[in-house]
């Protein structure tokens, strides 16, 4: 059912979708549609993160908290939009400090496909939200699914960096094994926020002068601009 477009995934997470929490949520999911709540991303794109960075690629992850909720944004990886759709602020933000720490001019869109794609897993820890409530969907089941999904790549892969930004994200990667992988923490790149430390925290240089010093490779954060 789930996960199909994810093999190396699901051989790790399908009994999750057995468990009496998913059930609930999926109940959830299918009351939304019955009372026609508009729901985002659509669902053929809920697990997008993992369809794109596949389990034995994982080379970076990003926590995010929850999809966008404004019609168009969401697509299932933190932080991105689809083409077309103006880059948040938050996002720009994250562009911002990309020029500052690696001289990378920021692309006109806000598709990080291609992060995916190299290894960044861009992780929501809720994956659906309603449009225009933002947070409408947290509490529901989303959060035990990428708690799973977090201590897999923790205890799956080596010599992974973890960005943790914020302190929702910060709180949920408390049981990351720091002798194992590399957790970088900071303010969230919130507008809110992202003059207390975000700005200047350095995580992408350093992201890769782990990976290479590990013999990884290491990520071309320089997205493409789209055709």
Known sequence: MMLENAPSWHAELSEQFEQP????????????????????????????????????????????????????????????????????????????????DLDIEPVSHGYLEAWAEQGVLLLNSVLTVEQSEAGSHQGRGWELFTDQVIR????????????????????????????????????????????RGFFGCQHF?????YLSERGRPIIQWQLPELA
């Open 21 to 100: 929490y998913m059930q609930a949520l999926m109940d959830f999911l299918q009351e939304q549609e019955r009372f026609k709540k508009t729901v985002y991303p659509p669902c053929e794109q809920w697990f997008s993160a993992l369809e794109a960075t596949p389990l034995n690629n994982v080379k970076v992850v990003i926590l995010g908290q929850d999809p966008y909720h404004q019609p168009d944004q969401a697509h299932g990886l933190c932080f991105s939009v689809l083409p077309g759709i103006k880059p948040p602020p938050s996002l720009v933000n994250i562009y911002k400090e990309l020029k500052t």
């Open 152 to 195: 897999v790549v923790n205890e799956r892969c080596e010599n992974v960096v973890f960005m943790l930004w914020g302190g929702y994200a910060q709180k949920k990667g408390k049981s990351i094994n720091r002798e194992r992988h590399l957790v970088l923490t900071a303010p969230h790149p919130s507008p809110l926020s992202s003059y």
């Open 205 to 209: 240089s350093q992201a890769n002068q």
